[in-house]
């Protein structure tokens, strides 16, 4: 079996850059549900400042100076400007993990400076999320960079840890378990186009699309334009808050997010029934498939939960949160199975 060690270099550090990188994941999602998106109109300050106005002499300055923008909004301008913060301060962690690995001769070494590179887009695409005025293309990319972010952290963290490999009296390697990393990497696709679909949704306004369920308007095959909903040649501009497709559109969007919830359930509920029953992991094997079986579950019942009861706040949120999670559950899973099958080969 192969155990997790904490006290390896650099460990801490990463695992306290995937906390910080789940708050600005979480973060993210609660500026979006807030529509407070462009609660800062200029990039990177807020209506000229550093901080956000919040006296009155402040917003009266503020909204002479940003005129044709939308009068200052309190309850928007502060969780856009801390989403900012705590993605610079993530920033900065990054940055201290590569002098560190560099520094300490630590292994991987490509990937803390892919993670700086990814980062630096991620603030770029920031700054394109307002200045183009929540393009649903960008608002989409944007959010699967921080999922993307998040998932790599973690990554390092598992590397960085220096695993203990498996011990010569384990089972060789046999073709169930090379079709098991097939499957897990299937279900680490399949859920990242789930996020990237959930994406979609939430930047064209489309989680209400259906209010009912399991039908959608009371029928199980809607008017839905496909085509609208997922046309990624739409111009940009001029202003996207609110949306701008039609509820045709919206359904089609909607109904696919849905549909995708069905294929993911299907190749993750496989790969759970298939680890479970591993000879070759044993009980490593069951612990990864009730970690993944128990997010999954969860996450069935925010999703669903979000259409009964109309978009409650704190469930959204934490429908994202959990769907960080669970593919960080896929990552690990996929790691192990990578891990296993090298220590079996080197005996």
């Known amino acids: 079996m192969i155990s997790f060690r904490i006290n390896q ?3 801490k550090v990463a695992l306290c850059a995937c906390l910080l990188a789940m708050v600005v994941v979480a973060l993210g999602a609660f500026t979006r549900l807030v529509d407070a998106g462009l609660g800062c109109p200029d ?4 209506y000229g400042q550093v901080m956000w106005p919040t006296t009155e002499a402040e917003i009266a300055t503020a909204n002479s100076q940003f005129s044709e923008a939308a009068p200052v909004d309190t309850d928007k301008t502060w969780p856009e400007m801390v989403h900012r913060y705590f993605a610079s301060g993530l920033g900065l962690v990054v940055i201290g993990l ?19 590179g ?13 200045t183009l005025k929540l393009w649903p293309q960008v608002v989409t990319t944007h959010l699967l960079g921080g999922f993307t972010t998040l998932a790599l952290l973690w990554l ?5 840890a220096k695993h203990k490999e498996v011990k010569p009296d384990q089972v060789p390697a046999s073709n169930d378990l090379k ?26 306004y489309a989680a209400l699309a259906c209010i009912d369920f399991p039908t959608c308007h009371q029928q199980w095959l809607p008017e839905a334009d496909f085509k609208q909903g997922f046309d990624l040649s739409q111009k940009v501009g001029p202003n996207y808050l609110g949306g701008l497709m039609d509820n045709q559109a919206r359904t089609a969007i909607h109904l696919s997010h849905r549909l995708g919830a069905v294929l993911v359930t299907l190749v993750l509920s496989t790969l759970v029934f298939m680890l479970w029953r591993s000879r070759e992991l044993g009980r490593a094997g069951r612990r990864l498939a009730m970690g993944v079986v128990s997010l999954l579950t969860v996450q069935i019942g925010l999703g669903i939960s979000n259409i009964v009861f109309a978009l409650p706040l704190l469930v959204a949120v934490a429908h994202n949160g959990v769907g960080a999670l669970l593919l960080l559950s896929l990552v690990t899973v996929n790691y192990y199975l990578y891990s296993h099958a090298r220590a079996l080969q080197s005996e």
Not at 43 to 46: A, D, H, Q
Not at 98 to 116: I, W
């Open 9 to 11: 270099p650099g460990v």
């Open 118 to 130: 990814l980062v630096i887009l991620q603030g770029l695409f920031g700054m394109w999320t307002v």
């Open 43 to 46: 990039w990177p300050g807020c």
């Open 179 to 204: 079709k098991l990393r097939g499957l897990a990497v299937l279900g680490l696709l399949v859920v990242f186009l789930q996020i990237a679909l959930g994406g979609w949704t939430t930047s064209n």
């Open 98 to 116: 590569l002098l560190m690995t560099r520094r300490m001769g630590l292994r991987p070494k490509k990937l803390p400076v892919f993670l700086l």
């Open 156 to 160: 390092l963290a598992l590397r960085l």
